[in-house]
Every structure is written in structure tokens, then in C-alpha cells.
């Protein structure tokens, strides 16, 4: 079985993470998605809400799965038995700083990076972005996923 976590702090989960999961589904045979804990982060959504939104939305595909973790993304990866990491990537500074990180999980763990570039039309969407703009009351339904709850 191939199974592969896809870690970030999806706050929020966006239309561009969905486009990944999508994708990486043709290839993997389980997604594992990885909600990590990260104190240097200011985050919008509590880590419960966040698997719960997540969770919701993906409520029926079984080969997705959806948890919080808080350790090494490779400690996380040998806990669930995932042979691979997806990363999505929407700039060639997003290359370089994955492509490092892929090195040191690879040398430290033996586990493989996948990097998927982000379409086109959706490499201006960042978590970063719309969490900035829900903290300013804006509309972001174009830019999550079309029935996640919010």
C-alpha cells in the first residue's frame, strides 16, 4: 500500500490544498493529512476546528485520513507508516526551501518527497493569505474548497 502524509497547518485548508490531495489520490493509495502544531505560528482556526473542517470535507473518502501531530514530520510519517511526504509548491522559493527539507528526511529517515507544483491559477492562493483576510471579514469562499464548513 502506498501511503503518504501530507503535513502543513492548513489554517485554513484552501482550494489549493485540496488540488494536491486531489492529484496525489491518482497516485497514492492513502493521504494522510498532517495537521501540524507549530508555536511560531499565529493561527486563525484552533487545532481541533482545523481537523474538524478537514475531516468534514473529506467525510466520505476513505482513503484520506486526517490527524494532528506534534513532532518531526518524519517522526509523524514512521508513526502511521507512510513511505512518502506530498508537498505542494507554488514558486521557485517554495522549491528551494522543500528541496532542503527533502534532503534532511530522506538522509534522517529514508522517506521520499513527492513535490507537486501548484496550477497555475492557484499558485496566488496561500493559507497566509486568506487567514489575513478572514482576520479583515472578507468573503474566502472562492478560495477554499466548495462545501467545506468554515
Known amino acids: 500500500m502506498r501511503r503518504a ?17 486531489a492529484r496525489a489520490l491518482t497516485f497514492m493509495d492513502e ?9 511560531n505560528k499565529n493561527t486563525y482556526f484552533p487545532i481541533e476546528k482545523r481537523v ?12 484520506i485520513k486526517v490527524y494532528s501531530y506534534d513532532c518531526l514530520t518524519i517522526d509523524f510519517a514512521q508513526q502511521v507508516d507512510a513511505q512518502f511526504i506530498i508537498r505542494g509548491i507554488r ?18 529517515a529514508g522517506i521520499e518527497t513527492i513535490l507537486l507544483f501548484t496550477e497555475p491559477e492557484l499558485t496566488c492562493i496561500s493559507s497566509t493569505t486568506v487567514r489575513e483576510l ?15 464548513e468554515i
Open 5 to 21: 502524509i501530507f503535513p502543513g497547518t492548513f489554517d485554513p485548508f484552501t482550494i489549493g490544498h485540496s488540488s494536491v490531495v
Open 31 to 39: 493521504i494522510i493529512i498532517g495537521i501540524g502544531i507549530n508555536e
Open 52 to 63: 474538524e473542517m478537514i475531516q468534514g470535507f473529506y467525510r466520505n473518502e476513505p482513503r
Open 91 to 108: 514558486t521557485v522559493k517554495d522549491f528551494e526551501y522543500e528541496e532542503t527539507i527533502a534532503d534532511i528526511n530522506r538522509k534522517l
Open 134 to 148: 478572514l482576520q479583515f471579514g472578507k468573503d474566502i469562499s472562492q478560495f477554499i474548497p466548495k462545501g467545506m
